[in-house]
């Protein structure tokens, strides 16, 4: 097990009916003025919004708000943001809705107490140094936005979607109350299963070091959000299966799972972050065509690994049983396993090849997945 140093400081308030209580939780952080995030308007369609506002007003809280958050968060939404924030002096930020409305949050969080250009400190110009406070109600559960420090943004101009990372903008506390998302539709839910999935299995691969208790953890998260993912198709109002899943994403992401561990990296997110950036495809869907593609080309670089995988997931000795099973059961849940399921055309390829190859560059992986290698790897989708 490698050195490391873990630390999460984000409190989650998880239950039934917790979001009437977010005004008491910002009141008792301090704060009396909010820039109120949130998405399209469906937690107007149901008493979510009222939930807030009510709290919110009972606890003397001050808000502003900011709509229209969409899937695959736009660095003009998130400057329309910031420019709230500062003319209107708030306090803090908090955002209800998913990971999306969570990640928004946050940089709005960082650029309101810059500056300048908030994507400075996603093109790695400049470096963060403070933020306003951060509070989250959720309403899906895939990304951990809720409790991790991570923020990922598109620039509509550039089309590159890029992240920011910071212990300074993981959430003060989030709500996470399973009953709000019991209206994710299949398609969403089946999204949400794949990039908790793919946030475990990225490191769990490509890891020099991975301990075998992480891995155990790793597994455990995978098999609970099967589980829990084919009970929710059956049955979206069954709550314990709900809160099984909520609670396994958070997991997924929050540090756990990567301590101890070193050498690890984010192949398939650096990939997909081309297709959302270049197709609009929802996150979870892009991840679900790059992950068995990627798979397909990186199983000999740790073939024990995979052998793992598909014994304590599939009941195989055999690495490509395990990724095949894994593939097919993306594709049993509704998720998309091919550029051609997604949108994309093959005609595709070659620019989405170089879009991931600038972000590979950015993370340092720019030699290991180079253009030619990332076309190599979309070809096998």
Partial sequence: MNDFTYYNPT?????????NNIGKYIEQSGIKKVLLVYGGGSIKKNTLYNDIVTSLNKHNIEFIELSGVVSNPLLSKVNEGILLAKENTVE???GVGGGSVADSAKAIAVGSKYDGDVWDFFIHKAQITEALPVFTVMTLSATASEMNGNSVVMNDETKQKYSIASVLINPVLSVVNPQLMTTVSDEYLAYSAVDIISHCIEVYFTATTHPHFNSRIVESIIKTVMETTEILLENPN???????????????????????????????????????????VAHGAGLAVVIPAWMKWYKEQNRAQFERFAKELFASDDAEVGIAKLEAWFAKIGAPI?????GIPRDGIEALAINANETATMWGMGELYSKDTIIEILEKA
Avoid: V
């Fill in 11 to 19: 409190k989650i308030e998880f239950g039934k009916e917790k979001q």
């Fill in 238 to 280: 069954d709550y314990d299966a709900r809160a099984e899943f909520a609670w396994s994403a958070i997991q997924g992401l929050n540090g756990l799972t990567p301590a101890g561990t070193a050498g690890g990296n984010f192949p398939n997110h650096m990939i997909e972050h081309s297709l959302s950036a270049l197709y609009n």
């Fill in 338 to 342: 091919t550029l051609k399921d997604a």
């Fill in 92 to 94: 803090a930020i908090l």
